[in-house]
């Protein structure tokens, strides 16, 4: 059996999402404090025994309570809920089992369990709390029902946690519905732990070598594992053997050593001391043999010197750390005689602390080898846990495969009294069902299934950082690419705030990320090249030649015009789309004056338009193409046209001449606009002012909202 999937709903920042769970790894990514540690920390909460905290309950739930503790209805508590969906296949043990824990349900390959923190006496709450807050003058209370709950453990003392079992069924019409049994509470509690067993390899694993109360000894972890895998009949055998051998030893030496001190009691002329004799016996067990008394050894091979693990490194510490953590959950569950949980699941979080980048695009991989090492040494290859790992490494994301990876996007609230610049809401995305429409290049269909290939094949090369990213620009090329971080500083400053990833995509593939950007609902800036032919032979002319054409592939496809004049045409505001969230750069008119004289002058490559924007440092030779400017701005035009189309102007060296040393260029001005736009879209719509203890009930939910968006950080939210 294995968990297909979970809903989760009123947990901080995940009001309302769903998460397929692959059957051996599901990998968490996106950007800080996206919620992807809320994602695992609901699953400590129902099932790792940690308690709710006030703050676990959505922002916009906190509202509720306060309608509550004015009206008295029920009907406004909020519940979080975890939802837990499995998938069983009916020729295995675990559909007999199932069938005995739920026998009530009717799909016999897909069962779910609810589980549901609420409060389990409205009426004794609300007494409660206006008891310890009366009512003042002015009617309000002290504090609020949210800080009445956030205080000695007045949460725990009134919620309750209820379990229920899940089937899907359908209507008479055919429509999908969730048919809900609430289970006694001790009996939910009993199903639960048949069902599934949660561990968890946290990512604050403070692996030292000391023995700090915030540190963790790999010495200890190894003492750890094997005092717990002594409860195995094997194992016990063999070191009570080894103890049992030592003891007579030691024994044997006591006698020897204790010889005189015995002797010397029996001097005292205690009557009692001499009716027995006295014996000094060793009485080591292997528990407290190995308490505190086993030692991790680096040991050169050639040599045979010995290391303590202090004089090792952090990366390797934590690596060696997960995995005899991983080894020990899955040995523990495969170990379990009696009801063995039917599932089980471990999570691991952030494993890239201290690992240099290739050890943690082969980490994933590894650990899963060392489980399947654990359960074939166990003669059980099918009871495999589940794996979910969370990441903020784009080298683990290399290592996986697509289909396995679930973001987790930040994203504004939907109610309209939460001010529109705090994105305190997640949505989850499954790149399992990411399908993209079929690509048209070049006139030729391109399969959804080509498309998908396409992708991954670039995200594989360009160690992409994409999920990560706040906002993304794409970009033809190494120009582009090696200039976009002084021109947002020139133009755009306040996008230095924000974390961005640059695609370098060409002219002909930005639109095949489109789909994929869409998907993710990731707001990104295209810049990309007028790329102007003649209309009859396609070849390249300049950007003012009459009935002229754009070959940019991406031009076409995103913005659908063909010719320049379509181009030239579209004021700034329709290159942008509200529903892509995106927008489209490419070079336009630039009015170049000098000496009096003025000439409107139409770029087709960034190399062009930084000419022709930066014209008068052109002239003065501040900026160079390798090549004199005529006097004459006509002359000129074709001159810089001439020069940068030539094949021996090295676009590369031009772009790093302008990189050595601030000579005072401007950004073009099409990037610039399409700068400003993704600046506005990233920039908060509002400033929210610093604001001290609220009683007002007006301006409670703000002060929770912002409250919580702290205790989301302080709890490792990302």
Known sequence: MQLSSVAIRNFRRLENVEIDIEAEKTIFVGPNNSGKTSATAIFRCFLGGREFKIHDFSVSRMADLEAFAVMGDPAHLPEITLDLWFSIDPDTIAYGR????????TDFERVGCRMTFGFADPQKLLEAYQAAYPAQENGNRGKTLAQYLGTDNNLGRHGIVRIASLEQRQDDEGNPSIHVSAIE????????????RVEFV???????DDDSNRSNRLSSAFSAFYQKNLQDAGPAAAAHKVIDENNERLTDHYKIQFAPLIDLIKGLGVPSVNDRDLRIISSLSPETALKGNTELLYVDPTRKHELPELYNGLGFKNLIYMAIQVRHFHAQWLATPD???????????????????QVQQTFINNIWKVIEKSALAAEEPALMPQLVVTTHSSHVLDAVDFETVRYFQRR????????????NVSDVRSLRKFRPDGDVIDGKAVSTEDAIAFLKRYLRLTHCDLFFADAAILVEGAVEKLLLPMMIEKSAAELRKSYITILEVGGAYAHRFEGLLSFLCIPYLVITDLDSVTPDTGAACRGDVSEAKTSNATLKVMLEKTTVAELMAMPPESKASTEKDRCVAFQIDVTVEDKGNQLAMRPRTLEEAFAYD????????????GKPIPNDLADAYQSIYDRI?????????????????????????YIAEGLTWLETKLQPMVVIPELAPVALEDDLELAVALNNDAADVQQGEG
């Open 98 to 105: 199932i069938f005995s824990l739920l026998p009530n349900l």
């Open 614 to 625: 930066n014209f008068t440092l052109l002239r003065e030779g501040t900026i160079t193409i």
């Open 412 to 423: 504004h609230a939907l109610d309209e009294q939460v001010p529109a610049g705090i994105r």
């Open 185 to 196: 509470p001790e009996e939910g509690r009993r199903l639960l732990k048949q069902l599934v």
């Open 202 to 208: 946290d990512a604050q694993r403070n692996i030292n």
């Open 645 to 669: 189309r030539a094949d021996t102007f090295k676009k590369t060296d031009f772009a790093m001449s302008l990189l050595d040393g601030d000579i005072g260029w401007k950004t073009p001005v």
């Open 339 to 357: 009801n063995r949980p039917l599932c089980m699941l471990v999570f691991i979080e952030e494993p890239e602390v201290h690992l240099h980048a």
